[in-house]
């Protein structure tokens, strides 16, 4: 199944829009995990097997692990959702761009070592740096378009013939670059307006909005701006609000609550 149909199904079977981000962060681990030298596996593993119900994708960034030298754990990560919650489509974010032939090599990071069925990728180097992710039709491509970060507007928002930056690559993805019907949009919870802009311009396009929970975002501002006319097409992301919902034993639970309550958030204003 392809990552565009495992969503899609995610989103009707579960009734959830909620992207649980794996962001490992092990000064904010639990104290109990101090002394286990596999932590940022077993941290993430119970994250992931307490919050799958209320997920419609999990999405570990992949910074977090390597500056760890965690690669290993997160390769097992990726594993464990695949054999445990087969149901749930992971997106490993690790914004890659760059010339075709290198390029190459980041998909076969992405989709052959990790497994991963989907990859956020920076759309700045233009087509034929997307072009061997787009190539890959089973696998999701999630291209920056308007982030949540406070400088977004810095390069997003030049005037490019009359218009943003952002909706330049809103069009060209919805209308170029989606041949297969693979492409998706990264547009942040904490710009409202732009959500509802690209929206207009990108049809049923599905959009990755992180920036709820830790960076602000409202979730009622997300859906009720971005929601496609079925009432889908977001997966709306929370990564350390999730993860650090508290410091001790109760981590996973607590984890799992905040899962639930922004999922019943978001379907509240669908
Ligand atoms: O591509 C992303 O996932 C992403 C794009 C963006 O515009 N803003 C953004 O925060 N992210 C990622 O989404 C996650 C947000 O984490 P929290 O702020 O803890 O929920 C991090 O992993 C970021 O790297």
């Not at 087969?86 to 980041?106: C, F, N």
């Not at 991963?116 to 491509?141: C, I, K, W």
């Not at 693979?182 to 049809?203: M, Y």
Request: net charge negative; aromatic share 8%.
């Amino acid at each position: 199944m392809s990552f565009m149909q495992a969503l899609r199904r995610r989103w009707q079977q579960a009734d959830t829009l909620v992207c649980v981000g794996l962001d490992p962060e092990p000064a904010r681990f639990p104290a109990s995990f101090a002394a286990d030298a596999d932590a940022v596996f077993a941290f993430n593993r119970d994250i992931v097997d307490a919050t799958a119900e209320f997920a419609c994708a999990f999405k570990p960034q992949i910074a977090h692990f390597a500056a760890l030298g965690a690669e290993d754990a997160l390769t097992r990560l990726i594993a464990h959702i695949h054999a445990r919650h087969p149901e749930v489509p992971v997106i490993l974010d690790s914004k890659r761009g760059d010339i075709g032939s290198t390029a190459q090599h980041y998909v076969s990071e992405a989709f052959d070592r990790y497994r991963a069925d989907a990859v956020t990728v920076n759309p700045y180097m233009g087509r034929d740096s997307a072009q061997p992710f787009l190539d890959r039709a089973e696998r999701g491509v999630v291209v920056l378009c308007r982030t949540s970060n406070p400088g977004a507007g810095d390069l997003q928002d030049l005037d490019v013939g009359g218009r943003p930056l952002y909706q330049r690559v809103a069009e060209k993805v919805a209308n170029e670059w989606n041949g297969h019907g693979n492409c998706a949009l990264v547009v942040g919870a904490t710009w409202p307006e732009q959500l509802r802009e690209v929206r207009a311009i990108v049809g049923e396009l599905p959009l990755l909005v992180p920036g709820v929970g830790a960076q602000g975002g409202d979730a009622q501002a997300v859906v009720s701006n971005a929601k496609s006319a079925d009432g889908t097409g977001l997966m709306i992301n929370s990564s350390r609000a999730i993860l650090y919902a508290s410091s001790g034993d109760d981590y996973a639970e607590a984890a799992a609550a905040a899962a639930r309550a922004l999922r019943d958030d978001i379907n509240r204003y669908r």
